[in-house]
Structures are given as C-alpha cells and as structure tokens.
C-alpha cells in the first residue's frame, strides 16, 4: 500500500499535474496508455538518425541485431524493477522525491542540469522534424558536421515547428499520452515501410542478403567511433539512462495502476529502438550507394544524415508526415519532462508557462543541428551526468531500513542541502569522467560504475553524517 496516500487526496485532487503530491487512484492508467507512449516516444524521428549514425560507426550485423536484443532487454528490465517499482510505492515526481532527500537548494542545481539537457534532447527531435518539413521548401539539410544553421529558412521551419510541439506539450500529460496513442500507429507502419521499401531497394531476397548489408562491419566514418557488441549492448542499454536508472520515469511512471506496467516500455524498445534503428539504417545503406553519397565519401568526409529526405525518398510525402509526426511525439514528453524540471526551481509557476519555457529552449536549440548530428555521444554525456542522482533515489529506497540512515533526510532535518548527496554525486562523476577522458574509454561505458559508486558512497556519507 502507498503510505503517502490518502483518502482525500483521492477524492479531491483530481485536477492539476500533482508536482508535489501522489497521483490519486481517480487519476492512475493503465498498460495500454503506457505502450502507446513508449511506442510513440520511441519510434521517433531520432530513431531516424540513430540508425544510420550506427553505420557510420562500422558496426557489424551481429553486432547490431544480436547486441540491440540484448541492450535493449537490459533497457526494459531497469524500467520495470527499478523506476517502475519505485514509481508505484511513492507516486511522486523525481523532482519533488529527490527535494526531501536532497534539499530543495541542491535539488535546484539537478532539476536546471536535467531541464536544460531534456530541453537540448527535445532540440535534436525538432531538428529531425524540421528536416521534412523542409523538403516542400527545397531547404538545405544540415550536414554530419554542421553546428550552426545553414539558413533562414532553417531557422524559420525550426521556431515553427518547435512552436506547435511546444503547445501540445504544455497542455499537460494526458494530452501528451493522447497524442502519442493517437500517432503512434501510424509512425510505426511508416518505419516499417521504409525499412521494407529499403530492403527492396536493396535487392536483399534472403536473410543471408539482409546479414551481409552489415557484414563483419567496417571502419567508422571521419570523426566517428568504431562500435563494436560491447559498444551497441551498452549504449542501447543506457540510451535513456537518465530515465530508468537516473528514475526521471518516477514522473511517468507514477500515473501506472501498477509497477507490471513497466513492461509497456518493450512497446519502445523494440518497435522504436530494435525495428525502427535497423529501418533507419537500412534507408542509409541505400543512401550510401548513391552517387552523390560515393561523391562524398571519395572526398573522405561523411555523407549527411538528413532523416527527412531518407524517409521521403523511400515512401514519399507519407515520410515526410511520419518524421514529422515521430519527433512530435518524442519531442512532447521530454519538454513536459523539462518543464517539470523548471518547476523544481520555480515552484509558483504553473506547469503551463514552465513547460512553454522548456519548449522555448528546445526550440532554440533545435536550430543547432549538432544537437541531432551528435546524438550517440550527446546521449552518452546526458545519462553519465544525470543518471547518478537516480542512484540516491534506489539504494535510500532499498538500503535506508537495513543500513540505518534517515530516509528522505533533507525533509526530516529541514535542511536545503544534503552533504551526503553532493559529495556521492561530485566524486562518482569527477573520478569517471576522468577515467573516461585519461584512457579513452566510451562514456557509456563508466555509467553504471559512476551509477554505483555514487549510490555506495550516499549511503556510507549518509550514515557517517546522519545516522538515523
């Protein structure tokens, strides 16, 4: 049973976002909102630009089919017993969770560090999209290596574009989880198609032919990293890191009937990041026979990753409406996310006006398209940073009884600032970093160890420093 919970917060408190109070019974969904959320969010416009990114990287087939089933499981199984568990018993968001064990002054150092990098990942969404809408226009696309805007009309279709996701955003979770149910479907048979269309393009006529697209793998791209199993295991693993282990689905997840709902997340992973990242890539490897993309790559540079004009040139004007469509509904509940963020630091303002903030930003950073052309190791940087805070979150959840400590200490002690958390989060973080940086190791790798150790040394601070 849920402790926090109360008769009259079931009754009463049925309207609102519930940032500071458990989600009543009235207001809790069951599986089928959730799969169409995880569908939508996750067969994405990024998806788009992740797969082919995979081949920039010189994967192997066995790598990225064999390692995604394996990632992607891992992925789903920390949404299920981690933040789905944890999600139920406290119905709160991570925001306001992490401000009775944190304090609210340190807690408002996360929520900008997790708004703004939630407002960047929306960003790299908008600029996918933009990258059909622009299509009509004859726009330029953005190159693999471009950082700056190359247009006006770049700039335009992005503010756009950004705007309207940004309204939908705002409207509150139920629009959002709506708006997902409502495209999801249609998103989804749009990758399939593509990736069938590209295997025909392909002239692939078996599995062999299908197997030998990726072969024993190549060198990676100018300027990319080499992928190997290990790397597609864990990257696909910890691509959304920062919401499962990092419990920033506390805020999702608290609006499930049960903690079984957790497995809708499979719906994402692997419609989205299982059949959506190889159609991607499938549509890439198309691209990459083109004389135009031999031109380039006889250059010895990279050709563009542009996920609009992929999608078109398979399945035409219903690609440019899916792209367009599948960064929408990824885009919507990483801004919501971030608006929640931003309410931890302004907790008078209303969701509606932080979430338009949040979509602002996003929108001004989906004009930079190396949000989008960076995406695999801005991704890996979002989930080191953040996903050790979810640790203090797990092991106070299942540590805080048998080691002795004072659970949500910062409420308890009426303080604004818990030492424990600051020293765990700031040795975790310098010490992996550093490793990463001094021996070249990918960043995805030292996550869970910085995930671990940060969780490890809040409970020795907290009992050092606390006791119960």
Partial sequence: MNEYLTLEEDETALDGEFER??????????????????????AAGTEFMIGPLFL??????????????????????????????????????LYYQLERICGRKLVKGYNLANGLLFCFLAGAMVTVSATA??????????????????????????LITGGIISLVASRGYTIVAKAANWMSPFIVLAFLACGLVALNQLNVNSFS??????????DPFPGQTKFTFVHVVIWSWLTNAAMHIGMSDLTVFRFAK???????TAAGMYIGHYMAWIAGALLYAVYLKSPEAIAVLSQGETPPVAPGPLAYNAIGMFGIIAVVLAGWTTAN??????????????????????????????????????????????????????????????????????????????????????????????????????ISIQFDIFLSFVIIPAWLLCGTLFLVFSRYLHGR
């Fill in 258 to 264: 049960t903690a079984r709902v957790g497995w809708a």
């Fill in 133 to 158: 809408v622009g299509i009509p226009f004859d726009m330029r696309m953005p190159r693999l290596t471009d950082t700056l805007p190359n247009s006006a009309t770049w700039v335009i279709i992005v």
């Fill in 333 to 434: 509940p990483t801004i919501y996310r971030a608006g929640l963020a931003f309410q931890g630091i302004f907790p008078k303002a209303s969701t509606f006006r932080v979430t338009l903030m949040a979509g602002a930003v996003a929108t001004i950073a989906g004009i930079f398209p190396a949000f989008a052309m960076k995406l695999l190791g801005f991704v890996a940087l979002y989930g080191f940073i953040l996903a050790p805070f979810g640790a203090i979150i797990a092991f106070e959840h299942f540590f805080f009884s048998k080691l002795g400590i004072t659970r949500n200490y910062a409420e308890y002690a009426d303080t604004e600032f818990n030492r424990a958390v600051f020293f765990a989060w700031l040795i975790s973080f310098f010490l992996f970093y550093f």
């Fill in 209 to 218: 032919d299908f197997w030998e697209i990726w072969g024993e793998g190549s």
């Fill in 56 to 93: 920039t990287a010189g994967v192997s087939a066995f790598d990225l089919i064999i390692g995604l089933l394996l990632g992607n499981f891992l992925a789903v199984l920390s949404w299920r017993f981690l933040t789905a568990e944890i999600a139920t018993h406290y119905r709160l968001t």
């Fill in 21 to 42: 109070e458990p989600v009543p019974v009235a207001r809790r969904s069951d599986w089928k909102s959730f799969v169409g959320m995880y569908a939508g969010e996750h």
